[in-house]
């Protein structure tokens, strides 16, 4: 079941919070954060005393704070801040302060269900990664990015393991990186290693590896694929898959590689952002078919039309049936669907949010400073301070609007059909 | 005559990678440099090359050199990707090694060369495509090599852990509060109209500018946002090592973080080489003609703010001030003319170098020359007593350098020439002559 | 000897020049081609704007910086390209073999600018040798070329003048000729038409791409 589908659907609005009202009591208000089901929207106060503090539907989190950035919240609807307190760091889950305090915590990830919360964490003069508040075993003399898997059980980071004295690049260029899972460092060393990925059922990790100065390929568990490539981008699983595929530059073209193979037929000038359909049958990315013309491909077709300045991930629709990504060209942004671009553009429009069916596309878009919402193409004539991108319910017959219009929060839910 | 002292510079990185370089992996490696599509241009350019020699006169290493002609444009092509050519990659060792020192450290691909050859021959293009080959061999001066590690490791040029990156922009917002209550670095800002990008020496060794900016941001009103996360650093020495891969990939990294953010520009930090990386080299390899939201360097958002007097001068400089400008955003962007309507808001007595404009003489440490670091220190400080002689004449006590390298490399010119003369970013001016909000500042 | 230098030998010489240029011009086409990057860069107005400075005299700083040399220069081009075309006795030919009128210098003064040609080239070769610069880059093939390049210019010199024995002197002078046109596809004298395609390139990286100017 989607979690959606435990949210209230019923039609109507309700204003849950004034950010107004706290700009009138507190000395700054930072810039909010609201719940995916949208019943909650936090947002960092600085108090008339210099405190800092996180106001909830404008209620205070009890705890002072000497500091409060980096408000997420979690998929299953709890809100997260970095927070210090008594000059130490930590994350702070709906108001509680983790019992650990760190030199430094950073870059909150959750697991797809929200159910564990990780962060990167630097303790003495070393780095490891804190989930759930428990701290990795071993720390590293740095940890740059790490993943973790859907239900965030296992998790993999990109870890420096060997000391590298300033300036050394023999040492370097012998490999000082590693990946360290759960904790555990895989035993190859590498030069380099970005984006780590853990497969859906969390036996495997692949990230990109540079394994000698011009040389690259994805390592899957420690073990690299056979083939070397002139550069390589970020591995994904595939639902239901096996290996992971990544594109991988050969010569000065890119091709999709699965497990070392070339998958696509066709190579292009750039390929990447490669994005599966919910059941894992379809894949699409964004590609370059010539120098300076973007668009997306399906399945190794591409789009007719092409873009100048970028083409965004992609996204499929629930039944993957569908695709869509931001397009820009000629420094305007918009939406395109299946190929088909939309005909208002806009001075920046975020990632459409596709429907089961037949169903409208919708994307939250700004224009002349102000946020809208744009429906198959149409801007709404609704204008808002802060918009979140729209949801739609699972039957994809009503549409979860989250907007500030003035000064105040409002949750709306409006059936598709009346969006005007 | 090229320079003993030069030929014997011990640079390890040089040296322990020529020791175990074959010649048959050397010619390997040039003849896949040389068949790719870009080579093409080179080989027309070197066909069309009349000899003539018009270009030497145009760069600083040559006439700083008393005219040696070695130091000519023309000649280092002469000595580098020109015998590569002919003898169809078959050189040796030695060469390479031969070759890197004068791509890496004696030219720095400023382009004033191609503004005085009658036909526009690309030298700059043809010494990179030099550097190329040399990264791929594994042949880079040290510093620079080490840089470009940095940027493949951390996204970086510096090394900056991501919790100094972090720790810094909040240690810099409560300074710069101090100057401006309720000033805001906002981070990771969506949907905000500018990401403001820094290279990394800014974190790391000057970040007091960082506090300026948020102060200029702050007063002139301007909807921005500084990025916690990778992507933050604009700088790009990859592109100067010949490491491309490691280029397009943080510039790849720069300009992602700038669209998930979702901003509608990005403006950058006073540097010049990182304008081009991000402008031109960075999106080039990465395929696309352009960069795919607008850059906007400092110097225009200061163009941009004084004159739409969103922020205002009280104070004006009367000492003789000079204006270094930057290959990289004049040569390479066109913006003299709004340079110097910057610094005519701040200054009153701006005494010109000549030649300058598109005709200036490039520092001598931008194009990852400075980069090449102490080993090199003196040969590249050698290579530019012209620009001590233009900077001497100016009688100025203020050089204005918009440019990171620039204003490191004219410090160390100071410094050798003992000129009595110092730099200034015009941040740093501008911070200290701009009106506050009332009751800020008495 | 005559009839042959005359007959097939000038048409060898305007064969192998014509199929040479074009040979360049599809070879330059074709390299252009394989870098996506080059032709998008490009357009025309920033190609001519540049093309036009670099042509018209001391249009560029370059030129301003030396003026002695731009001067020798373009009277060594203007000449070097008009009288091929314009001397009577060309003319002459033309009129006898095609039947083409054509509008012909006085011959004084033709006679001078022959004479400026030999001399601007003397002094380009002595540059090529006494400059340092210049001779560092200059390998005896480059002189040669030089020398090819004056080689009608002597001979015809010789031959108006008639000092030496006529018919040895105008064959002399037809070879030489040949012999120019055969060089230019194959060495630097290219750049005559190399020259406008490196300019505009040149011309649009810098101004369309880089919204700065070249000259
Ligand atoms: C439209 C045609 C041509 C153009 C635009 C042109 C342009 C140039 C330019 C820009 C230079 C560079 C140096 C200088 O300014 O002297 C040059 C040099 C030279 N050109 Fe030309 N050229 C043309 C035709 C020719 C022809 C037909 C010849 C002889 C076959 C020739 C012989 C030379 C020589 C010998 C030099 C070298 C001068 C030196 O020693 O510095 N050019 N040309
Ligand atoms: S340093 Fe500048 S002027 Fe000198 S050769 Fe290199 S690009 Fe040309
Ligand atoms: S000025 Fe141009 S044609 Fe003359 S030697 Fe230099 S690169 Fe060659």
Same mark, same amino acid.
């Given at each position: 079941?989607?979690?959606?589908?435990?949210?209230?659907w019923?039609?109507?609005?309700?204003?849950?919070?004034?950010?107004?009202?706290?700009?009138?009591?507190?000395?700054?208000?930072?810039?909010p954060?609201?719940?995916?089901?949208?019943?909650?929207?936090g947002?960092?106060?600085?108090?008339?005393?210099?405190?800092?503090?996180?106001?909830?539907?404008?209620?205070?989190w009890?705890?002072?704070?000497?500091?409060?950035?980096?408000?997420?919240?979690?998929?299953?609807?709890?809100? +997260?801040?970095?927070?210090?307190?008594?000059?130490?760091?930590?994350?702070?889950?709906?108001?509680?302060?983790?019992?650990?305090?760190?030199?430094?915590?950073?870059?909150?990830?959750?697991?797809?269900?929200?159910?564990?919360?990780?962060?990167?964490v630097?303790?003495?003069?070393?780095?490891?990664?804190?989930?759930?508040?428990?701290?990795?075993?071993?720390?590293f003399?740095?940890?740059?990015?790490?993943?973790?898997?859907?239900?965030?059980?296992?998790?993999?980071?990109?870890?420096?393991?060997?000391?590298?004295?300033?300036a050394?690049?023999?040492?370097?260029?012998?490999?000082?990186?590693?990946?360290?899972?759960?904790?555990?460092?895989?035993?190859?060393?590498?030069?380099?290693?970005w984006?780590?990925?853990?497969?859906?059922?969390?036996?495997?990790?692949?990230?990109?590896?540079?394994?000698?100065?011009?040389?690259?390929?994805?390592?899957?568990?420690?073990?690299?694929?056979?083939?070397?490539?002139?550069?390589?981008?970020?591995p994904?699983?595939?639902?239901?898959?096996?290996?992971?595929?990544?594109?991988?530059?050969?010569?000065?073209?890119?091709?999709?590689?699965?497990?070392?193979?070339?998958?696509?037929?066709?190579?292009?000038?750039?390929?990447?952002?490669?994005?599966?359909?919910?059941?894992?049958?379809r894949?699409?990315?964004?590609?370059?078919?010539?120098?300076?013309?973007?668009?997306?491909?399906?399945?190794?077709?591409?789009?007719?039309? +092409?873009?100048?300045?970028?083409?965004?991930p992609?996204?499929?629709?629930?039944?993957?049936?569908?695709?869509?990504?931001?397009?820009?060209?000629?420094?305007?942004?918009?939406?395109?669907?299946?190929?088909?671009?939309?005909?208002?553009?806009?001075?920046?429009a975020?990632?459409?949010?596709?429907?089961?069916?037949?169903?409208?596309?919708?994307?939250?878009?700004?224009?002349?400073?102000?946020?809208?919402?744009?429906?198959?193409?149409?801007l709404?004539s609704?204008?808002?301070?802060?918009?979140?991108?729209?949801?739609?319910?699972?039957?994809?017959?009503k549409?979860?609007?989250?907007?500030?219009?003035?000064?105040?929060?409002?949750?709306?839910?409006?059936?598709?059909?009346?969006?005007? | 005559?090229?320079?003993?002292a030069?030929?014997?510079?011990?640079?390890?990185g040089?040296?322990?990678?020529?020791?175990?370089?074959?010649?048959?992996?050397?010619?390997?490696?040039?003849?896949?440099?040389?068949?790719?599509?870009?080579?093409?241009?080179?080989?027309?350019?070197l066909?069309?090359?009349?000899?003539?020699?018009?270009?030497?006169?145009?760069?600083?290493?040559?006439?700083? #050199?008393?005219?040696?002609?070695?130091?000519?444009?023309?000649?280092?092509?002469?000595?580098?990707?020109?015998?590569?050519?002919?003898?169809?990659?078959?050189?040796?060792?030695?060469?390479?090694?031969?070759?890197?020192?004068?791509?890496?450290?004696?030219?720095?691909?400023?382009?004033?060369?191609?503004?005085?050859?009658?036909?526009?021959i690309?030298?700059?293009?043809?010494?990179?495509?030099?550097?190329?080959?040399?990264?791929?061999?594994g042949?880079?001066?040290?510093?620079?090599q080490?840089?470009?590690?940095?940027?493949?490791?951390?996204?970086?040029?510096?090394?900056?852990?991501?919790?100094?990156?972090?720790?810094?922009?909040?240690w810099?917002?409560?300074?710069?509060?101090?100057?401006?209550?309720?000033?805001?670095?906002?981070?990771?800002?969506?949907?905000?109209?500018?990401?403001?990008?820094?290279i990394?020496?800014?974190?790391?060794?000057?970040?007091?500018?960082?506090?300026?900016?948020?102060?200029?941001?702050?007063?002139?009103?301007?909807?921005?946002?500084?990025?916690?996360?990778?992507?933050?650093?604009?700088?790009?020495?990859?592109?100067?090592?010949?490491?491309?891969?490691?280029?397009?990939?943080?510039?790849?990294?720069?300009?992602?973080?700038?669209?998930?953010?979702?901003?509608? #520009?990005?403006?950058?930090?006073?540097?010049?080489?990182?304008?081009?990386?991000?402008?031109?080299?960075?999106?080039?390899?990465?395929?696309?003609?352009?960069?795919?939201?607008?850059?906007?360097?400092?110097?225009?958002?200061?163009?941009?703010?004084?004159?739409?007097?969103?922020?205002?001068?009280?104070?004006?400089?009367?000492?003789?001030?000079?204006?270094?400008?930057?290959?990289?955003?004049?040569?390479?962007?066109?913006?003299?003319?709004?340079?110097?309507?910057?610094?005519a808001?701040?200054?009153?007595n701006?005494?010109?170098?000549?030649?300058n404009?598109?005709?200036?003489?490039?520092?001598?440490?931008?194009?990852?020359?400075?980069?090449?670091?102490?080993?090199?220190?003196?040969?590249?400080?050698?290579s530019?007593?012209?620009?001590?002689?233009?900077?001497?004449?100016?009688?100025?006590?203020?050089?204005?350098?918009?440019?990171?390298?620039?204003?490191?490399?004219?410090?160390?010119?100071?410094?050798?020439?003992?000129?009595?003369?110092?730099?200034?970013?015009?941040?740093?001016?501008?911070?200290?002559?701009?009106?506050?909000?009332?009751?800020? #500042?008495? | 000897?005559?009839?042959?230098?005359?007959?097939?030998?000038?048409?060898?010489?305007?064969?192998?020049?014509?199929?040479?240029?074009?040979?360049?011009l599809?070879?330059?086409?074709?390299?252009?081609?394989?870098?996506?990057t080059?032709?998008?860069?490009?357009?025309?107005?920033?190609?001519?704007?540049?093309?036009?400075?670099?042509?018209?005299?001391?249009?560029?700083?370059?030129?301003?910086?030396?003026?002695?040399?731009?001067?020798?220069?373009?009277?060594?081009?203007?000449?070097?390209?008009?009288?091929?075309?314009?001397?009577?006795?060309?003319?002459?030919?033309w009129?006898?073999?095609?039947?083409?009128?054509?509008?012909?210098?006085?011959?004084?003064?033709?006679?001078?600018?022959?004479?400026?040609?030999?001399?601007?080239?003397?002094?380009?070769?002595?540059?090529?040798?006494?400059?340092?610069?210049?001779?560092?880059?200059?390998?005896?093939?480059?002189?040669?070329?030089?020398l090819?390049?004056?080689?009608?210019?002597?001979?015809?010199?010789?031959?108006?003048?008639?000092?030496?024995?006529?018919?040895?002197?105008?064959?002399?002078?037809?070879?030489?000729?040949?012999?120019?046109?055969?060089?230019?596809?194959?060495?630097?004298?290219?750049?005559?038409?190399?020259?406008?395609?490196?300019?505009?390139?040149?011309?649009?990286?810098?101004?369309?791409?880089?919204?700065?100017?070249?000259?």
């Open positions: 079941m989607t979690r959606s589908a435990s949210w209230s019923e039609t109507g609005s309700r204003t849950l919070a004034d950010l107004g009202e706290l700009r009138a009591v507190h000395r700054e208000v930072h810039e954060a609201v719940s995916p089901d949208g019943e909650r929207l947002v960092v106060v600085v108090r008339g005393d210099g405190a800092f503090a996180v106001a909830e539907n404008g209620e205070l009890e705890p002072e704070l000497e500091r409060a950035w980096h408000l997420r919240y979690t998929p299953d609807g709890r809100l +997260t801040a970095l927070v210090r307190i008594d000059d130490m760091w930590t994350v702070a889950v709906d108001g509680e302060p983790w019992q650990r305090r760190f030199p430094f915590v950073w870059n909150t990830g959750f697991s797809a269900d929200g159910r564990v919360i990780a962060a990167q630097k303790e003495g003069m070393e780095y490891t990664l804190c989930v759930d508040g428990q701290l990795w075993d071993r720390s003399l740095s940890l740059r990015s790490y993943a973790l898997s859907a239900d965030g059980r296992r998790a993999a980071a990109l870890v420096q393991v060997e000391e590298l004295a300033e050394d690049t023999e040492k370097f260029a012998q490999g000082t990186w590693s990946v360290a899972v759960d904790g555990e460092p895989w035993e190859q060393r590498f030069i380099g290693l984006s780590p990925a853990i497969s859906p059922d969390g036996e495997m990790v692949a990230v990109q590896a540079r394994t000698d100065r011009f040389e690259y390929t994805i390592a899957v568990n420690g073990v690299p694929w056979e083939s070397r490539f002139a550069c390589v981008w970020e994904s699983f595939r639902p239901g898959g096996a290996g992971p595929l990544a594109p991988a530059r050969v010569g000065s073209t890119w091709r999709l590689m699965e497990e070392g193979e070339q998958l696509w037929a066709t190579s292009f000038v750039q390929l990447w952002h490669l994005r599966f359909s919910p059941a894992g049958e894949a699409a990315a964004v590609v370059a078919p010539e120098w300076g013309r973007f668009t997306v491909a399906v399945d190794d077709r591409p789009w007719g039309c +092409t873009f100048g300045d970028a083409v965004l992609p996204v499929f629709s629930p039944d993957g049936k569908r695709v869509a990504a931001t397009v820009g060209h000629r420094r305007r942004w918009t939406v395109a669907v299946d190929g088909q671009v939309w005909e208002e553009s806009f001075d920046m975020w990632m459409p949010v596709l429907g089961p069916g037949r169903g409208p596309v919708l994307a939250k878009v700004q224009r002349g400073g102000e946020y809208g919402l744009a429906v198959d193409g149409r709404l609704q204008r808002y301070e802060l918009l979140w991108d729209p949801v739609l319910s699972p039957e994809g017959d549409v979860l609007l989250r907007g500030v219009q003035g000064g105040k929060y409002v949750r709306r839910v409006v059936p598709t059909g009346e969006l005007r | 005559m090229a320079d003993l030069d030929m014997q510079v011990v640079d390890k040089l040296e322990k990678a020529v020791a175990g370089l074959s010649e048959e992996r050397i010619q390997e490696v040039i003849g896949s440099v040389l068949s790719q599509a870009v080579a093409g241009r080179l080989k027309l350019y066909q069309t090359c009349v000899h003539c020699g018009l270009c030497a006169e145009a760069c600083h290493t040559y006439v700083s #050199r008393d005219k040696d002609p070695d130091f000519a444009p023309v000649a280092k092509v002469k000595d580098t990707l020109a015998v590569m050519l002919k003898k169809k990659g078959r050189v040796d060792a030695e060469f390479m090694k031969n070759a890197a020192r004068v791509a890496f450290v004696e030219c720095g691909g400023c382009r004033r060369c191609s503004m005085y050859c009658p036909f526009g690309d030298i700059a293009t043809m010494i990179m495509t030099v550097r190329r080959i040399c990264s791929l061999l042949v880079v001066p040290q510093y620079i080490d840089t470009t590690n940095s940027h493949s490791a951390t996204s970086n040029q510096m090394w900056v852990q991501p919790d100094d990156w972090i720790d810094t922009l909040i810099q917002e409560e300074d710069a509060q101090l100057e401006l209550p309720g000033l805001r670095i906002p981070l990771d800002k969506e949907g905000a109209d500018v990401l403001y990008s820094v990394a020496p800014e974190p790391k060794v000057m970040a007091q500018l960082i506090a300026n900016m948020a102060v200029v941001m702050n007063v002139a009103g301007i909807d921005w946002t500084m990025s916690s996360a990778d992507g933050w650093d604009n700088s790009n020495m990859a592109m100067f090592s010949g490491d491309l891969e490691i280029m397009g990939r943080i510039e790849r990294v720069h300009w992602e973080r700038a669209l998930e953010l979702r901003v509608k #520009r990005m403006v950058m930090g006073e540097c010049g080489h990182a304008y081009r990386g991000a402008v031109y080299d960075g999106p080039k390899w990465l395929g696309w003609q352009g960069p795919p939201l607008p850059m906007i360097h400092a110097v225009e958002l200061y163009y941009d703010i004084l004159r739409e007097g969103r922020i205002e001068i009280v104070d004006k400089l009367t000492e003789p001030v000079t204006i270094q400008d930057p290959c990289n955003i004049v040569r390479g962007s066109g913006l003299h003319e709004k340079l110097r309507y910057v610094v808001a701040l200054c009153d701006v005494v010109e170098m000549s030649p404009h598109e005709h200036n003489y490039c520092c001598a440490a931008g194009g990852g020359v400075i980069n090449c670091g102490p080993p090199w220190k003196l040969s590249r400080l050698k530019i007593k012209v620009k001590a002689q233009q900077l001497g004449r100016t009688g100025a006590s203020l050089c204005i350098t918009p440019c990171h390298n620039c204003h490191h490399g004219i410090e160390d010119i100071i410094g050798h020439y003992q000129l009595h003369m110092r730099t200034s970013f015009i941040l740093e001016l501008l911070v200290k002559q701009m009106k506050m909000p009332e009751g800020v #500042r008495g | 000897m005559y009839d042959f230098v005359r007959g097939p030998l000038v048409w060898i010489a305007l064969l192998v020049f014509v199929s040479g240029l074009l040979l360049r599809v070879w330059m086409v074709k390299t252009v081609r394989r870098d996506p080059v032709l998008p860069a490009m357009t025309l107005r920033h190609s001519l704007r540049s093309i036009a400075h670099w042509l018209i005299p001391f249009g560029s700083r370059s030129m301003r910086t030396r003026p002695f040399f731009s001067a020798m220069s373009y009277a060594f081009h203007l000449c070097l390209l008009l009288l091929p075309v314009t001397v009577m006795a060309h003319s002459v030919e009129q006898q073999s095609w039947g083409i009128r054509w509008w012909s210098l006085p011959p004084r003064v033709a006679d001078g600018m022959t004479l400026l040609v030999i001399l601007a080239g003397v002094l380009f070769l002595l540059r090529r040798v006494m400059s340092a610069e210049v001779r560092n880059v200059n390998t005896p093939l480059d002189l040669l070329i030089l090819i390049v004056l080689g009608p210019f002597a001979t015809g010199f010789l031959a108006y003048h008639q000092w030496v024995d006529y018919q040895t002197i105008i064959v002399l002078h037809i070879v030489s000729g040949a012999l120019w046109l055969i060089t230019i596809p194959f060495t630097w004298l290219q750049h005559m038409f190399m020259f406008f395609f490196s300019r505009a390139f040149m011309g649009s990286e810098f101004g369309a791409v880089r919204n700065a100017r070249d000259w």
